[in-house]
Structure formats: structure tokens, C-alpha cells
């Protein structure tokens, strides 16, 4: 590998941002512009994705959806955890300005429904560092609330052919949590 001191600045911006990234629990109140969303999913679709299946699908919740989906959330954290778990996370729900739903195309093939989803990751990382960037944060769940067949009904999404890789928050975080990776050393194995 080349010297970090070697490192050209143009790539270096891109470590920062890489390294600099979080996810958010705590927003601003302050909607996120929806071209902002749009620019970010443009973005996305530009991710790796073998044999050019671009199997993203994305759904943008407006209010009617929203009220639909943190309702069920809370409704599911009730009976799972009792009425006052529901009601925390009807709050929290209602503190984050925007919400958006990522899907990928389901396959027959196992290796292509495999390979799907990998690009879906991919393209909701390009989304996430993108918006970063813009000083939006993004928090990437995949809670009980997105395996609910209701989810899937709420956004109109038909689960033989689509998968949820996640139900994503974004604003502008009002708090930008501390992090820490591993050494290298403790992740890299030299062989032969």
C-alpha cells in the first residue's frame, strides 16, 4: 500500500468523509429540502451492481404514510415491550423530519438475489455519504417494524417481489455521536 503521505488530496476529502460519517439518532427539527433526497438517490444508483440489474427501489414517505408507519412501530414496540416502550417510540419516531424506505428487486436465482442486495447496500452507502456531505445525517434501520407484513402493505410494496434493506431517518443530527474502528493490524491477514 502506499505512504499516507502519498495519498493525493482528492482521495484524501474522500477519507475524511468516509471517516467522518455517523449514524444519527437525534435530529433537528429542519426538513431536509426534497430535492436534496432526489440528488442523493441520483447518486446512489451509480453503486456496483453486478450484471447491471439496478434492483433499488426507493419510496419517499409523506405525511399520510408516516403517521401509518410510526403508528405500527409503536403498536409493535407495545406489545412486544408494553405500552410505555410503544409510546417512547411513537416520540422518538415523531422527532425525525423525514423517512425513506429502500427495497431491493427479489431473484429465483440465489446468487443474483444475493447479489441484489449487495448492491443495495452499496447504494444506500453512496445515499448516506452523499447527504453527509450536504450536513444531513441518515440512520439505517432494520427493525421488527420492516419485517411486518404491514410495512410492506403501508407503502404498497409486494414482498414476493421486493425485499426491505431498510427504513431510513434523515435530517440535520443535532448531535454527531463519538466513534471508534479497530486497528488495522486487527482486521487485515497478510497470506502468501
Request: glycine content about 6%.
Amino acid at each position: 500500500m502506499p505512504e499516507q503521505s502519498s495519498v493525493p488530496p482528492e482521495a484524501a476529502a474522500i477519507a475524511a468523509v468516509l471517516e467522518s460519517r455517523r449514524s444519527i439518532d437525534l435530529f433537528r427539527p429542519d426538513p431536509v429540502a426534497p430535492s436534496l433526497l432526489i440528488k442523493a438517490i441520483e447518486v446512489a444508483r451509480w453503486a456496483p451492481n453486478h450484471r447491471l440489474t439496478e434492483p433499488w427501489r426507493f419510496y419517499l414517505v409523506g405525511p399520510e404514510t408516516r403517521h401509518a408507519l410510526i403508528e405500527l412501530a409503536a403498536e409493535l414496540d407495545a406489545a412486544a415491550k408494553g405500552e410505555r416502550a410503544g409510546e417512547a417510540r411513537r416520540k422518538r419516531l415523531q422527532g425525525v423530519p423525514g423517512f425513506f424506505v429502500l427495497t431491493s428487486r427479489r431473484s429465483d436465482d440465489t446468487l443474483v438475489d444475493r447479489e441484489n442486495y449487495a448492491a443495495c447496500c452499496c447504494a444506500a452507502q453512496n445515499l448516506m455519504l452523499f447527504l453527509w456531505q450536504c450536513g444531513v445525517g441518515v440512520k439505517w434501520t432494520t427493525g421488527a417494524v420492516t419485517r411486518s407484513p404491514r410495512f410492506y402493505e403501508t407503502l404498497g410494496i409486494d414482498a414476493s417481489s421486493e425485499a426491505v434493506v431498510g427504513f431510513f431517518w434523515y435530517g440535520v443530527p443535532s448531535v454527531v455521536p463519538e466513534q471508534r474502528r479497530r486497528d488495522v493490524a486487527e482486521i487485515v491477514t497478510e497470506r502468501p
